[in-house]
T-cell receptor, first 114, second 116 residues
Framework: AQSVAQPEDQVNVAEGNPLTVKCTYS??????LFWYVQYPNRGLQFLLK??????LVKGSYGFEAEFNKSQTSFHLKKPSALVSDSALYFC????????????FGSGTRLQVQP | GAVVSQHPSRVICKSGTSVKIECRSLDFQATTMFWYRQFPKKSLMLMATSNEGSKATYEQGVEKDKFLINHASLTLSTLTVTSAHPEDSSFYIC????????????FGPGTRLTVL
């Protein structure tokens, strides 16, 4: 079975400061990893993915994530946070050989203070 | 990118009625779509996998007769909540596998169901 852990329910950061949203995963085989963002009463917007290749993945809106196989982590980062980044962030995983449904983490609410 | 729409975005119904939610892939064909349910301040829970031209695959604990799924075409999947009750009130989100060459799923905007 595959699983995702997002240990922080909420992350608070001041505007302009760097942010990190943590994610660890468990999956058999090679992982396909994703980050999505959700604004209130909206669906999920794709931010970035890791499939293969470089461990540092760059995505939308200046976000990036680093795949660390030994630590089974895929933390989301941004060098300088914006107030508009405040939202709910989900990490998701699926394996490369099995079913294609995603397994989501519990979500982390990012609050960026002006 | 690929666009997935859902209709309606919001629905309020009386207990005992049935509600149909549509999920459409607007600019690509989706042989597989997924239905998720999201409780307030919670993560998305996969309900079922919708396969075009065949029966849906339901997750453990999801009642097939209550949540009817039909995937009649390559661009449309429907979820019907039958005999809805207040505990069925939730945010329902569909997604579709991206076109060939991608690996992510594209999500619809969600449907807020409130059962009175």
């Amino acid at each position: 079975a595959q699983s995702v852990a997002q240990p922080e329910d909420q992350v608070n950061v001041a505007e302009g400061n760097p942010l990190t949203v943590k994610c660890t995963y468990s999956v058999s085989g090679n992982p396909y990893l994703f980050w999505y963002v959700q604004y209130p009463n909206r669906g999920l917007q794709f931010l970035l993915k890791y499939i293969t290749g470089d461990n540092l993945v760059k995505g939308s809106y200046g976000f990036e994530a680093e795949f660390n196989k030994s630590q089974t982590s895929f933390h989301l980062k941004k060098p300088s946070a914006l107030v508009s980044d405040s939202a709910l962030y989900f990490c998701a995983v699926r394996d490369s050989t099995g079913r294609r449904a995603l397994t989501f983490g519990s979500g982390t609410r990012l609050q960026v203070q002006p | 990118g690929a666009v997935v729409s859902q209709h309606p975005s919001r629905v309020i119904c009386k207990s005992g009625t049935s509600v149909k939610i549509e999920c459409r892939s607007l600019d690509f064909q989706a042989t597989t779509m997924f239905w998720y349910r999201q409780f307030p301040k919670k993560s998305l829970m996969l309900m079922a996998t919708s396969n075009e031209g065949s029966k849906a695959t339901y997750e453990q604990g999801v009642e097939k007769d209550k949540f009817l799924i039909n995937h009649a075409s390559l661009t449309l999947s429907t979820l019907t909540v039958t005999s809805a009750h207040p505990e069925d009130s939730s945010f329902y989100i569909c997604s579709a596998n991206a076109p060939v060459g991608h690996n992510e799923q594209f999500f619809g905007p969600g449907t807020r169901l409130t059962v009175l």
